[in-house]
């Protein structure tokens, strides 16, 4: 009988009559319900309904509740396959005791993939395991041989060429064995059992849902960003910078070691209500204003400002990026300045007042006078609007563009992300987005299920040992970590931490060794490697905000933490342990003012413990416990140390240890863990 769980009556039953949930089941209803049981199935996202995350190449572990009644042995396997292929693959799961069954497999493409599990009761199995213990207590078997010849007859009945003949010498050999011994130990033997998995005829076999994954590249989990306005390489405060001297920056930002150069909007900006230095409301005739005030008589999403250079300057940069290791990731911000070419081609699409005016964009006690936001549900706006937007984005990834960083997607419709993202994804599998949401923990978290490669998060007003510990915690617990990629920005364009205010070179320290050893995707905003700090008094923006103003900078200046920021990208790239934020454990470091972690690759050959003293002033000690349970050693067992900044290297002898960490030389240490046969 086939039937499928994980639901009433699947596309398996035979049922084809469902009651109404308060009336009673009728009994040929009942007769076609599932006798095995399929459920907690992860990863999951909202009962399969939206896609948990995978990158490609990468395990993906599957667990389950896999139970029926009474007491006889069942299989349950995997079965997976990309969304356009026709075949499905198969991967056994494991029994670990107490209905939990546990699998992987592992997806080749780039791609949406589904994946089922089916499970059964394998009769052999069952058999042969109450055969093992009757002939081990002693007891009477003359009739259970009998069933096992039995067993052994049907499954030749239902099997043929090389399999009917393998199982026809099983026969053949049991009936030249008249000693029960011998009958025992051949129906018993591991050959047999696997002979007869292949001729198992699947009984009561039960389906669960199809379950979808997304299958995303690897820069989709582990990336090193940065953040520049393309118009600050300049030497020359008077001088717009351009696509070309963006080339100057390539080799450095390669060799700090990160993977994606992302610019803030890069499109023309509107003269109306245009903001001047710090934020003023007046801008002088020269100030380049907000590059988030989208759109003139130039052109608006589409365009390109023509103080950058030419769609040809830009396309170049895009593949010099590339010659370097480089991705290019644009901002992408739906909003308008008052400027923008939509506002008369399509006033529909927006929300006017009655005095003919539109609100413009507040987010208190922020106020955006220099913006207006579009109206999603407009008359006019659907589907024009959507479609437009969504072939801006498509614009972009034609000229080389497979990365977005999303500007407060938060304040957008869901059911827009959901669409879009899914049918460009669906033209180009390897675009990914980032969504910069500061919103609820619910928002953040349906964000990444309707398809957000990755976003930012928290992170950024973590500075407590008891916060970052319940928040690296909490990101490897479920629901985030079927939906969830955090990316740990150190600082942003907005976003001037208070910790960096008065913490000193060693506070940006602290902040890069957290995101870099927390989570496999960070990103740092220009500047903050020169440990740039100045904030407008009492609030957390930088004073002399580039967000307004042309800000050259000399990135030689003494003081600056260029090499540290590449060692720690360097160690990231070195070990497979540190390429996701996933299996992150806290450990136990007596001393509040230290966080103590580390993390283990999946197949737990590399372990690396990070140890960050919060104090960027003064030197912290601590007792602390080496995670030797981790690696099945006993408390006394010795371990070798490597300390990867420096390359020093040791043995430790048992679990209890004792570090010092002193923020005038470094405020923590990364270490990798070895056991000493290894």
């Not at 780039?110 to 002939?135: M, Q, T």
């Amino acid at each position: 009988m086939n039937v499928t769980a994980d639901q009433p009556y699947g596309p398996d039953s035979l049922a084809t009559d469902v009651s109404h949930p308060t009336q009673p089941l009728p009994l040929t209803q009942a007769l076609q319900l599932p006798r095995i049981v399929i459920e907690d199935t992860q990863p999951v996202i909202e009962a399969g309904t939206l896609a948990a995350k995978a990158i490609i190449g990468q395990p993906v572990t599957v667990t389950s509740k896999v139970f029926a009644d009474g007491h006889d042995k069942m299989s349950v396997r995997i079965r997976y396959r990309a969304a356009d292929e026709q075949e499905w693959h198969k991967a056994p799961m494991r029994d670990l005791g107490n209905d939990s069954w546990i699998g992987e497999f592992t997806p080749t493409s780039v791609s949406r993939y589904l994946f089922r599990l089916e499970a059964w009761i394998d009769l052999f199995a069952s058999y042969r395991y109450e055969l093992e213990k009757k002939y081990a207590a002693g007891v009477s078997i003359g009739l259970e041989l009998e069933e096992g010849r039995l067993h052994l007859v049907h499954a030749a009945e239902r099997s043929q060429h090389e399999l009917r003949g393998q199982i026809d010498s099983l026969l053949q050999r049991l009936g030249e064995n008249t000693e029960h011994e011998a009958q025992v130990a051949l129906l018993l033997n591991s050959e047999t059992a696997a002979i007869m998995s292949h001729a198992d005829n699947h009984a009561f076999l039960s389906r669960s849902l199809e379950f979808p994954l997304d299958v995303e590249r690897e820069l989709a989990q582990f990336a090193s960003w940065y953040e520049l306005f393309p118009r600050s390489i300049t030497d020359d405060k008077q001088r717009h910078g351009t696509f070309n001297d963006v080339h100057s920056r390539l080799p450095m930002i390669r060799d700090m070691g990160f993977d994606v150069l992302y610019f803030p909007p890069i499109h023309p900006i509107g003269r109306a209500h245009r903001k001047g230095p710090n934020n003023s409301l007046k801008a002088g005739p020269d100030d380049p204003g907000s590059p988030y005030a989208i759109g003139s008589a130039e052109g608006g999403h589409e365009a390109i400002h023509p103080q950058l250079g030419s769609r040809e300057d830009f396309r170049n940069l895009v593949k010099a990026a590339a010659g370097h290791g480089l991705e290019i990731a644009l901002d992408f911000a739906i909003q308008c300045s008052q400027d923008h070419l939509w506002l008369k081609e399509h006033p529909g699409w927006f929300s006017w007042r009655p005095d003919g005016t539109i609100r413009y964009a507040e987010n208190p006690p922020k106020k955006y006078q220099d913006i207006v936001n579009v109206d999603f549900y407009a008359p006019d706006a659907i589907p024009s609007l959507w479609l437009e937007l969504r072939d801006v984005v498509l614009g972009w990834v034609e000229e080389g563009v497979k990365i977005f960083r999303v500007d407060n997607p938060h304040t957008k419709p869901l059911p827009f992300w959901q669409w879009m993202i899914a049918d460009v994804r669906a033209q180009h599998p390897e675009v990914m987005f980032l969504a910069e949401a500061f919103t609820k923990p619910a928002m953040m978290a349906r964000l990444g299920k309707v398809g957000y490669s990755q976003s930012y998060t928290y992170f950024t007003w973590r500075n407590t040992k008891a916060e970052l510990a319940e928040y690296f915690t909490q990101l490897n617990q479920s629901p985030w970590r079927e939906c969830y990629r955090p990316n740990f920005f150190v600082n942003t364009p907005d976003i001037n931490p208070y910790f960096l205010h008065d913490s000193g070179r060693a506070g940006f320290l602290i902040r890069a060794a957290l995101a870099t050893m927390g989570s496999g995707l960070w990103g740092m905003y220009s500047g903050f490697e020169l440990c740039e700090s100045a904030p407008v008094p009492g609030k957390e923006e930088y004073l002399d905000s580039e967000k307004y103003e042309i800000r050259p900078r000399d990135f030689t200046a003494p003081g600056n933490i260029i090499a540290e920021i590449a060692q720690l990208n360097r160690i990231r790239r070195q070990n497979p342990a540190l390429q996701t934020h996933l299996g992150l454990k806290i450990y136990n470091a007596w001393n509040d003012n230290i966080l103590f972690f580390g993390k283990r690759s999946h197949d737990g050959n590399n372990f690396v413990l990070v140890a960050v003293s919060l104090d960027p002033h003064n030197a912290q000690e601590a007792n602390f416990e080496l995670p030797l349970w981790e690696m099945g050693l006993p408390d006394d067992a010795a371990t070798f140390g490597e300390d990867l900044m420096t390359g020093h290297s040791w043995t430790w002898y048992g679990k209890n240890q004792w570090m010092r960490i002193d923020p005038s030389y470094q405020p923590f240490g990364i270490w990798r863990i070895k056991a000493t046969h290894q």
